[in-house]
């Protein structure tokens, strides 16, 4: 006890020795999203690079087309930011984290001068490894972010510089800031309240002294704050918007604000969900655990004779900047706290600090394990939402949607369509529209139709369009759909189940009579979904001889074919596929899978075969699946996609291609 006592007060009596650490955790934790690719809000900002100062100066003189007003990000992200990371998601999640750890850094130095040492330290580390730092970091999504918290903590610093020294220019200095602010996120409207909070708090003398001296100091925010609502209502040319389904208009629906209830739990690293595995139960047990540890100090800070005092305008000073997410009808989202969160820290930096607080004999392993917990909480909830948070499902649809467009089109024509069928709620917001394939393809006529928006799909009957195709989003996956010119495809996925079986019985598992398989058979239909892909295939098993019928081939017809394993356990398999006639096979695909060894054999192989030399009538396809070396044929389901004959050249020219693609080329 004297031991881990002493070591605690020598850490903080060298704040150095403290802050590295912390540093090297924000690294550690934060890097968890580095994989993620860009989600609907970065593409917003990729697409949108402002060309020229005239560009510039519209965007001061009306509201963008999601009905926001905030015109500075866009200069700065096209003439500072973009030329940094261009294409790279990579690069801005690094500089997402640089500019939080220097704003860490920032407030650490602001609460050095507001509620001195320890308490600072204890109020940097609450900061720095919170978890909002995950959304802050997440690549340039939260590029509002970043400047209001750039603008309002050097407005701050400049605050308490004219304070002490009485000059003028830094008075002026803050409200430049202050002015800069608000054309970067609407929510800097309440930075003179979270001033004139701040300010109550750190005047002495009787309470209508202080009120007096706080609105005399402050007064000319709240005046520039009048003029910039009376700007935005002309830019606007409203005071609401007009969609009454709009995330921004005002209301105070109990039902709505009971949601925002998880402002609460965010506070303290927590995100109240629904628990659904034994690891969320853990997660909810180590967070009771630190609300009674918080308890505890709480009881041991007041009988140590700690009261609230005038800290209570540090916490009014929060809500302030957090009342506007408060009032809207947009659902709660945790990067609104980043800002409010400096004032949240100097309280809980006072709090852990003060007399009773902990720095006892009796107290001082209390203290360690809440601020051990707050770590562990951080690092834990960072890891929940980088697998289901918002952004984090945004970034995998889109990343999944590219990777899979890639894979089936090599490249798109000029004016091709990308038709998505009726999906996801969000299915707009996570391609920005045309964004994301106009990007990564480089052709600006490209165009996607979303049925979500009432954009129908042509009649069938109608002549075949060229370079239309149709996909679908399942839950997060996405999924091409059948041509919807049935004259220009054949498919022969559901026509498979009638063909003629032939058995190998040296290879079945693991008995003769019934199979582990959905339909107890060894040829079925079974989506499977690999790579973020999904499909419907034809699965033939190990020891399994299908021969199907086709239908006339006519001269330049071509054969697309996918192929995976639907397993990564075993020991491999063979699949072939071949075309008979009169007796004679002709081998088009024989490909070895060993997935549970081989990473890219985890992946979708696509075959585009030109039929050329294999036109006529009397063919039959032959689909083969044959165990591997060791005979470990659990696992061995050879998962046949697309399967179709088509009349028409594919995107992807050429005798046979075959497509492995895993990751985006840049």
Aim: hydrophobic fraction near 45%.
């Amino acid at each position: 006890m004297v031991r881990l006592e002493g070591w605690f007060e020598k850490a903080l009596s060298r704040p150095a020795r403290l802050i590295v650490p912390v540093i090297l955790a924000q690294i550690v934790v934060y890097s968890i999203s580095w994989g993620q690719f860009f989600c609907g809000d970065s593409l917003y900002y990729l697409s949108r690079v402002t060309g020229n100062w005239g560009e510039v100066v519209g965007n001061f003189l009306r509201e963008d087309d999601v009905g926001q007003y905030r015109p500075l990000t866009y200069p700065v992200f096209s003439y500072l930011i973009y030329p940094l990371g261009g294409l790279k998601p990579l690069v801005y999640h690094w500089m997402g984290l640089a500019l939080h750890i220097g704003l860490s850094l920032s407030v650490y130095f602001l609460l050095r001068r507001l509620i001195g040492m320890p308490a600072a330290l204890f109020g940097y580390f609450f900061f720095a490894l919170h978890t909002t730092g995950y959304f802050i970091t997440y690549d340039m999504t939260f590029l509002p972010d970043w400047m209001l918290g750039v603008f309002i903590l050097g407005l701050f610093h400049l605050w308490i510089r004219y304070r002490s020294s009485g000059r003028r220019a830094f008075y002026a200095l803050a409200l430049a800031l202050f002015v800069l602010a608000l054309f970067t996120k609407e929510t800097a409207l309440m930075i003179p309240a979270a001033l004139f909070a701040l300010v109550m708090w750190q005047e002495d003398g009787p309470w209508a002294n202080r009120l007096r001296r706080t609105i005399l100091s402050v007064w000319p925010f709240f005046a520039v704050s009048l003029l910039y609502f009376a700007w935005l209502v002309l830019a606007k040319g409203r005071l609401y918007p007009d969609d009454p389904q709009h995330p921004f208009r005002l209301t105070l629906d109990p039902r709505l604000l009971a949601r925002k209830l998880k402002f609460v739990g965010w506070i303290f690293n927590i995100d109240v969900h629904q628990a659904r595995s034994t690891a969320d139960f853990l997660y909810f047990a180590l967070a009771g655990i630190q609300i009674l540890l918080i308890a505890g100090l709480l009881v041991r800070a007041w009988r140590g004779g700690a009261r609230p005092g005038r800290a209570g305008w540090l916490l009014i000073s929060a809500l302030s900047l957090l009342l506007p997410p408060l009032i809207i009808a947009e659902p709660p989202y945790e990067h609104h706290l980043y800002m409010p969160l400096v004032a949240i820290s100097a309280a809980v930096g006072l709090f852990l600090a003060g007399p009773g607080s902990g720095r006892r004999k009796t107290g001082v392993y209390q203290l360690v394990a809440v601020l051990v917990l707050n770590v562990a909480l951080t690092w834990w909830t960072a890891v929940y939402f980088n697998q289901r948070s918002w952004v984090a499902h945004g970034s995998r649809v889109a990343r999944n949607a590219l990777v899979t467009l890639k894979r089936h089109h090599g490249r798109l024509a000029s004016n091709s369509v990308i038709h998505l069928a009726k999906s996801e709620r969000n299915s707009i917001w996570y391609f920005d529209q045309h964004t994301l394939i106009r990007l990564f393809f480089g052709e600006p006529r490209l165009a996607m139709r979303f049925e979500d928006l009432g954009e129908a799909l042509p009649a069938g009957d109608t002549p075949p369009i060229r370079n239309y195709f149709v996909y679908r989003l399942n839950d997060g996956n996405f999924e091409r759909l059948d041509d919807p010119w049935k004259s220009e495809t054949t498919s022969l996925l559901d026509w498979g189940l009638q063909g003629t079986v032939t058995e190998d019985r040296s290879q079945f598992f693991p008995d003769f009579n019934r199979f582990d398989t959905p339909n107890g058979r060894r040829v079925f239909l079974h989506p499977i979904i690999r790579l973020g892909e999904r499909r419907r295939t034809l699965v033939t098993i190990a020891g399994t001889r299908l021969r199907v019928p086709l239908p006339h081939i006519e001269p330049g017809s071509e054969l697309h074919v996918g192929l995976c394993s639907a397993f990564d356990i075993g020991d491999g398999f063979e699949a072939e596929l071949s075309f008979e006639r009169d007796g004679q096979e002709t081998t088009l695909v024989r490909q070895f899978l060993n997935s549970a060894r081989v990473r890219r054999d985890r992946g979708w192989f696509d075959y585009h075969l030109d039929l050329g030399q294999l036109t006529g009538s009397n063919y039959f396809l032959i689909l083969k699946c044959d165990a591997g070396p060791d005979k470990k044929t659990p696992g061995d389901w050879a998962c046949w996609s697309l399967l179709n004959i088509t009349r028409r050249r594919c995107a992807l020219e050429g005798g046979v291609v075959i497509s492995r693609t895993m990751e985006i080329e840049q």
